[in-house]
């Protein structure tokens, strides 16, 4: 999470460009409040693995609550990590089951499979759990949903009456979410085109040039939902076509790709950051995450 807030990503707070009240500081603050949160998120994937917790009461959801609640407690720049939090949390618990870690190579077929495991066996206290997460963070850009509406305070009961899952509950929004998306599909985007690209970009360029590079291509093939949410399907779509242009010009390895960028992302950041690619970002990170599980360092 450090790593990605400190790349200079078109439309997103980057260490020199602010939204209004939210700033870098308040995501430096956020990440490292977390810290322990994830620790705790492992170390129950440990005890999975070793027949000592059964996977469904590792509480995914209860874990995603406190890190908000503990990113409340550190800055005052409103909502911050809550996607990226979303999807590194079972990232974390799936980690901690994977066995295999030795000489930093990592088994990611196995913890592919975890990581489908710890979702599929998410319950209705799960999902709770994850509404009081979004109580707290407070996030923008929430439409109503047909059924189980975050924004409803009947939800919750409902919820547990139901005895619906979490992962019931982003297959609802998996349409329209690509957050909710990767939970249902196995982290698709994460493993297949962001994780695998990144890597490359690492291997030939500096982290943030690999970083930004990542972004626009994630952006460039999935239209930001964060921003279809806010604006239209329509005008992500429009932004995805220009990270494309930008990334056939170089992006940030040729002159031309990068007044692109520039004029992106004044594009991005104008009406108030209505067009902020924020779920980009989130998957942006995950994708970081596998690159430091498997051994990558800065």
Not at 151 to 175: N, Y
Not at 269 to 298: F, I
């Amino acid at each position: 999470m450090l790593l990605e807030v400190s790349a200079f990503k078109p439309g997103n707070v980057t260490p020199t460009a602010s939204f209004e009240g939210t700033r870098i500081e308040h995501f430096l603050a956020s990440a490292v409040a977390v810290r322990s949160r994830f620790e705790i998120a492992a170390l129950r994937g440990i005890a999975v693995s070793e027949g000592k917790l059964k996977v469904r009461n590792v509480r995914v959801g209860q874990i995603i609550r406190e890190c908000i609640s503990d990113i409340n407690a550190w800055q005052k720049g409103g909502n911050t990590l809550l996607g990226t939090i979303i999807l590194f949390v079972p990232i974390a618990v799936a980690a901690g089951m994977t066995s295999g870690c030795e000489n930093l190579e990592f088994d990611f077929s196995k913890l592919r499979k975890n990581l489908r495991l710890v979702v599929e066996s998410t319950t209705a206290e799960d999902s709770v759990n994850l509404y009081k997460a979004i109580d707290l963070a407070k996030p923008s850009g929430l439409g109503g949903v047909p059924n189980f509406d975050v924004t409803d305070p009947g939800s919750k009961k409902r919820l547990l009456e139901d005895d619906v899952p979490l992962i019931e509950v982003f297959k609802i929004s998996a349409g329209y979410d690509n957050i909710c998306s990767e939970w249902v599909n196995n982290y698709t985007i994460t493993f297949d085109l962001a994780f695998p690209y990144l890597k490359t970009q690492l291997e030939r360029t500096d982290l943030g040039v690999a970083v930004v590079q990542t972004f626009l291509k994630i952006m460039s093939e999935h239209p930001d939902t964060f921003i279809a949410r806010k604006a239209s399907l329509e005008r992500a779509r429009e932004i995805s076509l220009e990270a494309k242009k930008i990334l056939d010009l170089g992006g940030l390895e040729t002159f031309e790709g990068k007044k692109r960028i520039v004029k992106l992302d004044r594009v991005l950041r104008a009406s108030g950051n209505r067009l902020n690619p924020g779920t980009t970002a989130d998957l942006t990170g995950a994708a970081l995450a596998l690159c430091v599980l498997e051994g990558y360092r800065p």
